[in-house]
């Protein structure tokens, strides 16, 4: 089972892991992305996102669409 947040960000399996960046920066709201002090914890958040990623492209999932 992957992460609920990854689900919301609805890349493709295809999906780059830049792309999966860039999708889960956009998804944070921007004052979150604005406090330093949450630094740790979106670190955190967008290797969660690069994890489910690469777990969903290792079992051959079919893209979201």
Do not use: I, W
């Amino acid at each position: 089972m992957t992460d609920p947040a990854y689900h919301r960000l609805g890349l493709p399996v295809t999906a780059s892991p830049y792309a999966v960046l860039r999708a889960a920066v956009r998804a944070l709201h921007p004052d979150t992305r604005a406090v330093r002090g949450f630094r740790t914890s979106r670190k955190r958040f967008y290797q969660q996102m690069l994890c489910a990623h690469a777990a969903r492209q290792a079992a051959g999932d079919q893209p979201n669409g």
